[in-house]
């Protein structure tokens, strides 16, 4: 497709271009083909094949057996009917993936009847752990307003002599997390380090403590953490701290984060570029430049090293501060600490730019972008196309919607709306159409959305126009 087309670069030929006075210095102007981002399919379930179907006897050539109805009596008579059919030993695997197979459709009593049909049918077949590990993942994930059937399920476990481990409690936690029953894993996990001493490792711990920040206030996730740290000595870490900060940084309590860190820093940890750049990226969500500044020195005295994420988040927060200049200064500091400037860098520059006014030094960066072998991203091309229709620059945005129509980049919604009544505004009303009937066949926009912008354009256009108006 080529680089920018002549139309639009020799708009900037004798702005930017003309003074080398660009963000990036330009390399050896060699043509590079103008990339777009190609549209990769939505990757869909692998089929198992033949190879990896390990859990079943290599005799048995038969599909493995995959329950369609959760009718205990069927269940029972299909797995009579493999028995009699099969020939080879049946191992533990087998009857595990036959369990969880029907566990993923029946209900807990249901599977527990299967599991104990299958010990009395096949004497041979001897549970271990991980099977009982199966029903306890029923039991979590089943709409219970108590414990009572994931109790069921660990007291059949004890029963039969396995004890309550560290995979025991992962297990009920992921389980009732992802059931969104948060509260009964914390009880759960308290009772289990209690009364088994199945404390949680830090991988089941620091998952609890996310799905707490997520669903639970902060008091709640302080109180988790205090009773787990005085009761059974288990401590937050790294990864602990880290997910308390982003989480006070997402909800724009900024403040609570520098006091994480302190703590953090008490309890013998040293903050890392991640935690730092967590913060810095919290800053620069409200738009606080020279606090993302403020902690960038900060990390720097400590020797904690920027890396190109900490850089690309300070651009972003000062472009975004309408601050191009010194996201500039960072530009250049980061290529001389031997960052290479990506997409993202370039892309928030180019907002900066479109936020000041600059459409034609956005065009421009574009172009330097392009020499330099980075490709563009549907993000910088809405940013771009936004940039120039707010600059009124329409021509040089109908140029350049066509090259986006051309590599399929999907438009978005606040770009979709601003082309949209850009055109109107200027009676290419027939161009609009166009440009909603492309919005809807690259599902840009649902046809409501995109048809309900289009359509309240048109209204207020005409309401400005009969009251001598110009919208």
Same mark, same amino acid.
């Given at each position: 497709?080529?680089?920018?087309?002549?139309?639009?670069?020799?708009?900037?030929?004798?702005?930017?271009?003309?003074?080398?006075?660009?963000?990036?210095?330009?390399?050896?102007?060699?043509?590079?083909?103008?990339?777009?981002?190609?549209?990769?399919?939505?990757?869909?379930?692998?089929?198992?094949?033949?190879?990896?179907?390990?859990?079943?006897?290599?005799?048995?050539?038969?599909?493995?057996?995959?329950?369609?109805?959760?009718?205990?009596?069927?269940?029972?008579?299909?797995?009579?009917?493999?028995?009699?059919?099969?020939?080879?030993?049946?191992?533990?695997?087998?009857?595990?993936?036959?369990?969880?197979?029907?566990?993923?459709?029946? $209900?807990?009593?249901?599977?527990?009847?299967?599991?104990?049909?299958?010990?009395?049918?096949?004497?041979?077949?001897?549970?271990?752990?991980?099977?009982?590990?199966?029903?306890?993942?029923?039991?979590?994930?089943?709409?219970?307003?108590?414990?009572?059937?994931?109790?069921?399920?660990?007291?059949?476990?004890?029963?039969?002599?396995? $004890?309550?481990?560290?995979?025991?409690?992962?297990?009920?936690?992921?389980?009732?997390?992802?059931?969104?029953?948060?509260?009964?894993?914390?009880?759960?996990?308290?009772?289990?380090?209690? &009364?088994?001493?199945?404390?949680?490792?830090?991988?089941?711990?620091?998952?609890?403590? &996310?799905?707490?920040?997520?669903?639970?206030?902060?008091?709640?996730?302080?109180?988790?953490?205090?009773?787990?740290?005085?009761?059974?000595?288990?401590?937050?870490?790294?990864?602990?701290?880290?997910?308390?900060?982003?989480?006070?940084?997402?909800?724009?309590?900024?403040?609570?984060?520098?006091?994480?860190?302190?703590?953090?820093?008490?309890?013998?940890?040293?903050?890392?570029?991640?935690?730092? $750049?967590?913060?810095? &990226?919290?800053?620069?969500?409200?738009?606080?430049?020279?606090?993302?500044?403020?902690?960038?020195?900060?990390?720097?005295? $400590?020797?904690?090293?920027?890396?190109?994420?900490?850089?690309?988040?300070?651009?972003?927060?000062?472009?975004?501060?309408?601050?191009?200049?010194?996201?500039?200064?960072?530009?250049?500091?980061?290529?001389?600490?031997?960052?290479?400037?990506?997409?993202?860098?370039?892309?928030?520059?180019?907002?900066?730019?479109?936020?000041?006014?600059?459409?034609?030094?956005?065009?421009?960066?574009?172009?330097?972008?392009?020499?330099?072998?980075?490709?563009?991203?549907?993000?910088?091309?809405?940013?771009?196309?936004?940039?120039?229709?707010?600059?009124?620059?329409?021509?040089?945005?109908?140029?350049?919607?066509?090259?986006?129509?051309?590599?399929?980049?999907?438009?978005?919604?606040?770009?979709?709306?601003?082309?949209?009544?850009?055109?109107?505004?200027?009676?290419?009303?027939?161009?609009?159409?166009?440009?909603?009937?492309?919005?809807?066949?690259?599902?840009?926009?649902?046809?409501?959305?995109?048809?309900?912008?289009?359509?309240?354009?048109?209204?207020?256009?005409?309401?400005?126009?009969?009251?001598?108006?110009?919208?």
């Amino acid at each position: 497709m080529g680089k920018v087309p002549a139309t639009l670069r020799s708009a900037v030929s004798n702005t930017l271009f003309k003074n080398q006075s660009s963000l990036v210095p330009l390399e050896s102007p060699s043509q590079r083909p103008r990339h777009f981002p190609k549209k990769t399919p939505s990757q869909l379930p692998g089929k198992i094949s033949h190879t990896q179907k390990t859990d079943f006897p290599e005799t048995n050539n038969k599909s493995p057996i995959l329950f369609k109805s959760p009718n205990l009596s069927d269940a029972k008579k299909l797995f009579n009917s493999f028995l009699a059919t099969t020939r080879g030993p049946l191992n533990l695997r087998f009857h595990n993936s036959l369990l969880q197979s029907y566990a993923a459709i029946s $209900n807990v009593n249901d599977s527990i009847s299967l599991l104990r049909h299958m010990i009395k049918t096949h004497p041979s077949f001897s549970p271990d752990r991980s099977t009982y590990h199966i029903l306890l993942a029923q039991s979590c994930k089943a709409p219970d307003s108590t414990l009572a059937s994931t109790h069921q399920a660990l007291n059949l476990m004890l029963t039969n002599g396995f $004890n309550p481990d560290k995979v025991t409690t992962d297990i009920a936690v992921r389980s009732l997390c992802s059931a969104g029953r948060i509260d009964h894993a914390v009880e759960l996990v308290q009772e289990l380090s209690r &009364k088994h001493h199945a404390v949680p490792d830090t991988y089941t711990y620091n998952c609890l403590v &996310k799905n707490l920040c997520k669903h639970r206030a902060l008091s709640t996730v302080y109180n988790f953490i205090d009773e787990m740290r005085t009761t059974f000595d288990v401590k937050p870490d790294l990864v602990t701290y880290t997910i308390l900060i982003d989480n006070v940084c997402n909800r724009k309590n900024l403040r609570e984060a520098m006091w994480l860190v302190e703590v953090l820093a008490k309890d013998g940890f040293k903050p890392d570029c991640f935690v730092y $750049n967590t913060i810095m &990226k919290g800053h620069c969500m409200v738009s606080k430049g020279s606090e993302a500044i403020a902690v960038y020195k900060k990390m720097k005295e $400590n020797g904690v090293e920027p890396d190109l994420v900490t850089y690309n988040t300070l651009i972003f927060g000062l472009s975004k501060s309408r601050r191009v200049k010194e996201a500039t200064k960072y530009l250049n500091i980061m290529k001389e600490m031997g960052h290479i400037p990506d997409t993202v860098t370039y892309t928030s520059l180019m907002n900066g730019l479109c936020r000041e006014g600059d459409a034609m030094g956005a065009l421009a960066l574009l172009e330097e972008m392009e020499a330099r072998g980075c490709s563009p991203n549907s993000c910088t091309y809405n940013t771009l196309l936004y940039g120039l229709c707010k600059s009124k620059l329409l021509d040089k945005g109908i140029e350049l919607y066509g090259l986006m129509k051309e590599g399929g980049v999907e438009l978005e919604t606040a770009c979709y709306s601003t082309f949209v009544r850009t055109l109107c505004r200027e009676g290419r009303i027939a161009e609009a159409y166009e440009v909603f009937d492309y919005a809807v066949e690259s599902k840009s926009l649902t046809t409501v959305a995109a048809y309900t912008t289009l359509e309240s354009t048109l209204k207020s256009l005409k309401k400005a126009r009969e009251q001598g108006k110009a919208i």
